[in-house]
Structure formats: C-alpha cells, structure tokens
C-alpha cells in the first residue's frame, strides 16, 4: 500500500513475447496494490564489452543491487564472438540453483490432477560447462564436471527448501551406475546433507526410472534435486504434466541471497506482438518472487486471482484452448483482485 516503502526489484522484460507479458505483471501487481519500484531493463541492441554479451553491465549491477529480479524471455542473439544471455546471467549472478514448482492448476484438466512437486536443478556446471571440442575429425567430445562445491550449495539449497517449506522427502536423482565419477560425486553429496536432515525422507533413483515413475503417478514425488542436464529435461517433463510452458514458473536463487525469478518458456517468436500470449507463467514467476520477499498476502491474493480466472474458464489465453488476448485475460485477474 502507499504507506509502505516500496521494494526495488530488477525488471527485465525480455524479448518477442516478453515485453506483453511483463505489461501484464505491472498492472496485476498495481492492482494487488503490491508495493514493488521496478527498475527496468532492456536487452542491448549490441556486445557490452564490459560483461561481453548483449545484458548490459548496467542490468547485471542493478539485481545485484536490489537481489531480486523478474526476467522475461530473452531469445538467443545469431553470431558468434558474445556470450549467452541466460549464460552469463548465471555465471556473472552466481545462480546456482534453478526452482520449478509443479503443481496441478485446479480448474485446468490435465491427465493428472494431483501433481504437486519441485524440481530442483543444478544450474552451473555439469554438460552446461562449455567444454566442448574436436579431437581429430569425425570426434568430438564434450567434459562434464562436476564438483564438491556445487553439488554441496545445490543440496544444500534442496534441503532447506523441503524443511522450510513443509516439504517430506527429497529425490536426487542421478545416473550413478553409468557416470560413476560425476554423479557418484554428487549423490555422496546429497547423502552428506541428508544425513543433517532425519526429519526429511530421502531416495536416490535413476534417472530413467525417474521418468517412468513421473509419467505414471508424478504423485510419488515431492522435492527433487539434480544435476543440470537432467534438471533441464526433468523440469520440462514436469510442466507438461501440468499444462505446459505457458503455466510454468520458475526461480533462479544466486549467492547473497539473489533471486531472479522467470518464465520457463521462451520468448515465442511465433506469437509475439500479436496479443496472444500467456502471461500465466510470468505471473507465477511473480508470485515467487513476492514470496522470497515474503509478501505472503499479495503473493496469494495474486495466485488466487490467476487460480480462479482459469478455473472459471470465461477468459483463456489460446495455449488454453481459449480465445481470449494477453490483455483480456490479465484484466479478468485484475477484476479477480
Ligand atoms: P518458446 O518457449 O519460445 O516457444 C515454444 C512454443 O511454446 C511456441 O509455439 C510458443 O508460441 C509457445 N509458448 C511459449 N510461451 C508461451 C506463452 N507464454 N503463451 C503462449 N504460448 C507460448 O521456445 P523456442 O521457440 O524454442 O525459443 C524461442 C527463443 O526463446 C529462442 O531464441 C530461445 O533461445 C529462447 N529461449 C529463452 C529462454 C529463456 O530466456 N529462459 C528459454 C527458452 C528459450
């Protein structure tokens, strides 16, 4: 409300769809009468040489200022000679851990109706290292790494999380058997936390018995953790047991206590400007971010408003099956609060 200082937040619209539905976060926020001052960033037009990418230096000192941010979708830049955007966010920001809830919308029906579990992935090393090269024509070979000190932070995180959060049993899960060294390494470090939390259930299960098990009864699980390859795949699984990208929100967690939520999805070229897009997962990016701030009452009063607006199923965006714009919908969750 007006009396409260406002927060300062990192706002980065992103690209194609990013734009429209960073739009529709600030108006569900004003409505929510959230107290949050969004300092605004664009993705450059070219190379910053100062962080070597298209993020400007500008943008990566601003979260690092305020420590809490919303991204939208940034596309990645054709041409060589820069680094990815989402890269070197998460390397100049130190986000170690990427945060998916996954949890069945009521009044969306999916195949499952009971679905309600985080993934947990290790955002910073692992096939993600950038360690790939030719060894002689026709061979080619990519290193994997993981280290003592990630798997640690990120387990680490997976625990206080299951604990704070009311949460049961926490999964690592892992491809031990065959990469002996690597994910030996990170299990050995999941089982060295587990043991300082007995109140927490804890398994390990193997990756592709992981992916059976989800598709047919996600129920089974409640807080998983993984390295970073299996949590890209994983967390996409997950968000089509719920209804797909355009629901799915996220929250990257960095050193100092940063928190860059965002969007699962992409900028989606293919609709952009035209109106059409979900802003579903944006907005639950968020909610997550208000509940890191610990603005518990809008952040519910928000779900609540996204919640009911789709259970009500007058306003859907086409993702949905519905026929309604970026800009109807969001005033159907504005009406909701
Ligand atoms: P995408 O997620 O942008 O689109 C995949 C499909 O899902 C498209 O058909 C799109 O229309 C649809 N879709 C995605 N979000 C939607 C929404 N909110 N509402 C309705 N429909 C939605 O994936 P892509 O096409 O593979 O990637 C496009 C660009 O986005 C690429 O440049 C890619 O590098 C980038 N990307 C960025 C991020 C990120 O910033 N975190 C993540 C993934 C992809």
């Not at 309600?116 to 060894?135: F, P």
């Not at 997962?281 to 701030?293: E, Q, W």
Request: with cysteine; net charge neutral; glycine share 8%.
């Amino acid at each position: 409300s007006s009396s409260t200082t406002p927060i300062k937040a990192t706002l980065f619209p992103g690209d194609g769809i990013g734009p429209e539905i960073a739009e529709s976060v600030k108006q569900v926020f004003t409505a929510a009468d959230v107290a949050i001052d969004w300092d605004e960033h664009f993705v450059g037009t070219e190379v910053d040489p100062r962080t070597n990418s298209f993020l400007t230096w500008e943008s990566l000192q601003s979260v690092l200022k305020h420590k809490v941010g919303l991204k939208g979708p940034m596309a990645t830049p054709i041409g060589k000679g820069h680094r990815s955007l989402n890269l070197t966010l998460r390397k100049e920001l130190n986000l170690y851990a990427n945060v998916r809830p996954c949890y069945s919308l009521p009044g969306y029906k999916t195949r499952y109706d009971d679905v309600d579990l985080i993934t947990i992935r290790e955002n910073t090393e692992g096939e993600y290292s950038g360690l790939e090269h030719q060894v002689v024509k026709g061979v080619v070979e990519s290193i994997k790494i993981i280290t003592r000190k990630a798997s640690m932070r990120v387990a680490e995180y997976a625990f206080l999380y299951a604990k704070t959060h009311g949460r049961k049993k926490v999964s690592a899960i892992h491809k031990a058997n065959i990469m002996q060294k690597t994910d030996g390494l990170f299990l050995q470090c999941c089982d060295e936390v587990a043991r300082k939390y007995p109140d927490i259930e804890y398994e390990k299960v193997v990756i592709d018995n992981c992916c059976m098990m989800l598709v047919k009864n996600p129920a089974l699980f409640d807080v998983l953790v993984m390295p970073n390859l299996y949590g890209d795949i994983i967390s996409d699984l997950c968000a089509g047991l719920v209804g797909g990208l355009g629901l799915t929100p996220s929250c990257n967690i960095g050193e100092d206590g940063i928190a860059l939520a965002e969007a699962v999805h992409g900028s989606a070229p293919d609709i952009a400007g035209k109106n059409l897009a979900n802003p579903t997962a944006l907005l639950l990016s968020g909610v997550m971010m208000l509940r890191h701030l610990k603005l518990n009452k809008q952040a519910e009063q928000i779900h609540s408003a996204i919640i009911n607006t789709i259970a009500e199923g007058k306003y859907r965006t086409a993702d949905l099956g519905g026929t309604s714009t970026t800009t109807d919908f969001t005033k159907a969750i504005c009406d909701h609060l």
